[in-house]
């Protein structure tokens, strides 16, 4: 083996830079969740008491306005998503976004489940944006802030109208707690607690804003409702289920698990600070980027570059050279050694993107780990080429 081909001598401390479930906090462990009200009803005084915190404490990190509305849903990030779009949809025209996998999915929902039959869709490639000039506002708007599988966000909220007449659904879930979003701008916003926290699955959150609160209660669906998508009752809303009353039964272990992450948000100082760790990151891959004669990002535009979910590709001669087959498997075998080594997993593209690495750098991945991942990316890419 030549000394280029040497293993690296230093290793990541935390080898978890999955895009989701996401990488613990810094100094996590199971201790955190004692005094966790296991056992206990969610309806008992205690367990809503803590139910609410992770709404007060949710809401302050974020920033959100005092207006809005935030509750705890089913299903992750996509219960919360189709919450919002079963609920709110149907009264105009729509214009869908959609750059990746999730973006699409939210189409299909829109064309295919609910069947509205004035539906624009504005898409773009895998490392693009769409023309978010040519969106119209006079419609309700679906769109994914941050797309986590092509590792491409929209640079800010400025191309959002002000005076908009339909409503602006966003799907945030990569996004929150590590973008600075433009809630005056938006009108109900989803995420879920296992991405830039690094909380546990299955919990999604919904915020709503004053226009999304006044066309629930202005429209009824023309199509039945599951009872966990209800926020309206005998015409009005349901403001128990934003103070912590949730719907269904949710897991007082991430309850707990999540005040412990939104306590060390705030305690590193909030949401700045988390915006700067997750930029922070990705300051260091695209250093990387710059000097590396294989690897490329997938998002042409640095302004579109995700600081959460880095999407890359390998732009390597031999790499293009390739069939389609031969460049998933050499992409994927780049991941299973790494895998392997105990060094970085998860870390394959998703399995509609282009073939490359797809490498979690949100606000829980340390700096210092980013940092000796990136000698192991190139070993690993040696090996394979050189069929190792």
């Known amino acids: 083996m030549t000394d ?14 999955s895009s989701g479930p996401c990488a613990k906090r810094p100094g996590w462990s199971p201790s955190v969740l004692e005094g966790a009200l296991v056992g206990r009803s969610h309806r008992a005084a205690p367990a809503r008491a803590r139910l609410a915190a992770v709404i007060d404490k949710t809401k302050a990190v974020l920033r959100m306005p005092a207006d809005w509305r935030l509750a705890i849903v089913p299903a992750s990030d996509t219960g919360a998503v189709e919450m919002a779009l079963w609920t709110l949809l149907g009264s105009r025209g729509v214009e869908v976004l ?16 609910l069947k509205l039959p004035d539906v624009r869709t504005l898409s773009a490639d895998y490392g693009r944006l769409p023309d978010l000039g040519a969106v119209d506002f006079a419609r309700d708007v679906v769109f994914t802030w941050n797309g986590t599988t092509s590792g491409v966000r929209v640079p800010n909220g400025d191309w959002i109208a002000r005076d908009r ?22 009108d109900a916003v989803t995420w879920s607690w296992q991405k830039v926290l690094g ?17 629930l209660l202005a429209t009824k669906p023309a199509w039945p409702l599951p009872k966990i998508f209800r926020l309206v009752s005998g015409g009005k809303l349901n403001e128990a289920v934003f103070r912590g009353d949730t719907i269904n039964t949710p897991s007082m272990l991430c309850v707990e698990d999540q005040l412990d992450a939104l306590d060390w948000a705030d305690s590193l100082g909030g949401l700045p600070a988390l915006i700067a ?17 294989w690897a490329s990002f997938l998002a042409d535009d640095a302004a579109t570059r ?40 998860d870390i394959g593209s998703y399995r509609d993107a282009p073939p ?9 991945v ?23």
């Open 356 to 364: 490359g690495l797809r490498v979690w750098t949100g606000a829980t």
């Open 165 to 186: 007449r339909g409503l602006v659904i966003c799907d945030a879930t990569s996004a929150a707690f590590a973008m600075d979003l433009s809630w005056d701008r938006l």
């Open 98 to 113: 959609a750059w990746e996998s999730f973006g699409q999915g939210w189409v299909s929902d829109v064309t295919k489940e």
């Open 306 to 345: 995700s600081p959460t979910s880095v999407c890359m590709t390998i732009a390597d001669p031999w790499f293009a050279a390739l069939d389609a087959k031969a460049q998933a498997a050499a992409a994927k075998a780049v991941a299973d050694r790494l895998d392997t080594e105990g060094v970085a997993y």
């Open 277 to 293: 760790r997750a930029e922070g990151n990705l300051a260091i891959v695209a250093d990387w980027v710059a000097r590396s004669d």
């Open 199 to 215: 909380g546990e699955a299955q919990h999604g959150m919904l915020a709503l804003g004053p226009r999304a609160v006044e066309r």
């Open 4 to 17: 280029s081909m040497r293993r690296p001598a230093l290793r990541p401390a935390n080898p978890c830079f």
């Open 366 to 388: 340390e700096r210092s780990d980013v940092a000796a991942l990136l000698p192991w990316l190139d070993w690993a890419w040696e090996q394979v080429r050189a069929g190792a």
